[in-house]
């Protein structure tokens, strides 16, 4: 059983940073395929970003990234938008892509204008 435990976000004004983590545990990390989506009120949660791929309302904005050795992936999300306002889910996906799916509980990202 992996557990995945999001952290990092907060109110922001427009234009402003904010760097999300979520840390895993419960497996090897190496082996899990992780993701960050995200879900705004009245809205189907949608990917915001995966190793190969970001969605177009964030490519040139957000990073995604990870630390194999803190069992850890990163979303560093820049020039903020309030349109990016929604609770943001990490997604993992054990054995390499292949084995099941685990989310976490989510961090709200409020982004004032």
């Known amino acids: 059983q992996v557990q995945l435990v999001e952290s990092g976000g907060g109110l922001v004004q427009a234009g402003g940073s904010l760097r999300l983590s979520c840390a895993a545990s419960?497996?090897?990390?190496?082996?899990?395929?992780m993701g960050w989506y995200r879900q705004a009120p009245g809205k189907q949660r949608e990917l915001v970003a995966s190793s190969t791929n970001y969605a177009d309302s964030v490519q040139g904005r957000f990073t995604i990234s990870r630390d194999n050795a803190q069992n850890t992936v990163y979303l560093q999300m820049n020039s903020l938008k309030p349109e990016d306002t929604a609770v943001y889910y990490c997604?993992?996906?054990?054995?390499w892509g292949f084995g099941s799916t685990y989310w976490g509980k989510g961090t709200l990202v409020t982004v004032s204008s």
């Open positions: 997604k993992a996906v054990g054995g």
């Open positions: 419960g497996s090897i990390f190496s082996s899990l395929v």
